[in-house]
Each structure stands twice: as structure tokens, then as C-alpha cells.
């Protein structure tokens, strides 16, 4: 199963569960995508928010297959990238998000972390 995870507002709420949750979907052959937005960064900042948030991941075990960065218009672009790597099932804090990736593939589960 593919599975995608916010950065932002998702993980960073609760680092150390995701830091079990990821290791122990990995263990089963599961693949985890880091699916976060940039929306207002500059592109001389994309390579350093792309840095922090890698070595974050790093310093809170998270374990994943890549790190994937969409700008604007950030619904729309989570879907289609959602869609391009076969995700089963997305966690993200942003309802709009999780609408968009929905509207685009009913077959994707959205979860939507309060």
C-alpha cells in the first residue's frame, strides 16, 4: 500500500506516533510519501524549507520513500500527485485537501487529522 502523510500541522503534531506509525507500516512492505505543501515560499527558499523539513523527518525516525513538495494551487496539485503515486490512503489536517484528493479519486481514503 502507498500511503501519503502531511508535514505541516499532521506529523509535526505528533511526531513520535508517526515516527511508530511509519516504521511499523514499513516493516509490512508499505510505502510512505511525505506529501507537503510550499505554497508561499519562494523558489530561492524551496531548497531550504526542502532541507528542514528532510532533516526533520530524519531527527524524529520517520521512515519514508520520498519527500514530495507541491506549490499552489495546493489542493489541486496533492490530488493529481496523490493520483501519479498510487496512494491508498492520505493523512492531512487541511479538509480542502483531502476534498480535492477525493473529487479527483474516490478510491483514495482521506483522513483528516484534528
Known amino acids: 500500500m502507498n500511503m501519503g502523510l502531511d508535514f505541516d500541522d499532521t506529523i509535526t ?8 506509525f511509519t516504521n511499523d507500516l514499513s516493516k509490512h512492505g508499505n510505502k510512505i510519501y511525505i506529501i507537503s505543501s510550499c505554497d ?3 523558489e530561492p ?4 524549507m526542502f532541507e528542514n523539513k528532510t532533516r526533520r ?4 525516525h520517520i521512515l519514508y520513500e520520498a ?3 507541491v506549490k499552489e ?4 496539485n496533492k490530488a493529481l500527485l496523490c493520483k501519479k503515486l ?6 492531512d489536517n487541511d ?4 476534498t480535492a484528493i477525493k473529487g479527483l479519486d474516490k478510491a483514495i481514503l482521506c483522513l483528516q487529522v484534528i
Open 95 to 98: 479538509r480542502e485537501n483531502l
Open 86 to 91: 498510487n496512494i491508498s490512503v492520505m493523512i
Open 13 to 20: 503534531v505528533n511526531p513520535r506516533f508517526f515516527s511508530k
Open 73 to 76: 494551487p495546493v489542493p489541486e
Open 40 to 42: 508561499k515560499i519562494s
Open 57 to 60: 523527518l530524519k531527527e524524529w
Open 67 to 69: 519527500l514530495e513538495l
Open 45 to 48: 527558499f524551496f531548497e531550504e
